[in-house]
């Protein structure tokens, strides 16, 4: 089974939020793929459907960022899957707004959400995609950044990188993770 696994905060206050941009990139794949995400389980909600011809539960954890490799721990349980199997998609600072990036393994890169979900699997082996929510500007503490929601300039490209991601994610499931590094890298 592959899980897609969107990181963010619950709660309508954070759903606009950069932090939340892994929450986002989950709707527009249920919505997309036809998969509705409204089962609650092992601490988060989920949708169980199929990504072209993948069988994939998509889930966005309840338990907030900086636990959210308690909920991807239970996930992994319930369905029987390796790091292997794991797809986390997730916001990142280093990258420009818009961008994107996947790969595999390495560490969190101070990101408290992937550093809970190494530190409940206990391993660094699994697929990660990035979306760029670019750098806070000077003398913004990156905490409020993360927390802040995008500008209506900033809008588009969010929307395009959300969709990217979609792709991405798609590709992944049907061509192989270095197939779909090749093209989104």
């Known amino acids: ?14 759903a606009h939020t950069r932090h939340n941009v892994g929450f986002r990139c989950i709707n527009h ?3 997309v793929h036809g998969i509705p995400i409204k089962q609650r389980q092992c601490q988060a ?5 199929r990504i072209d011809s993948a069988e994939a539960v998509l889930a966005k954890p309840r338990t907030f960022m900086n636990n959210s490799g308690k909920s991807v721990k239970l996930l992994m349980q319930r369905f029987s899957a390796t790091p292997e199997d794991l797809i986390v998609i997730h916001d990142d600072l280093d ?24 530190e409940y699997l206990g391993s660094r082996d ?20 993360v927390l ?21 994610t798609a590709s992944i ?11 989104y890298n």
């Open 1 to 14: 089974m592959n899980l897609v696994i969107g990181l963010g905060n619950p709660g309508r206050g954070y």
């Open 126 to 145: 699994f697929l990660r995609i990035r979306v760029g929510i670019g750098r806070p500007p000077h003398g913004v503490d990156p905490v409020d950044y």
């Open 95 to 118: 990258l420009p707004l818009g961008r994107i990036r996947l790969y595999r393994g390495g560490g969190s890169g101070g990101h408290r959400g992937i550093e809970s979900v190494i």
């Open 29 to 31: 794949l249920g919505k």
């Open 173 to 183: 499931l049907r061509d192989g993770a270095q197939a779909a590094m090749n093209r």
């Open 148 to 168: 802040s929601n995008f500008s209506s300039d900033e809008a588009a490209t969010v929307e395009a990188a959300i969709v990217a991601v979609g792709e991405a």
């Open 45 to 49: 909600q989920i949708g169980i459907g």
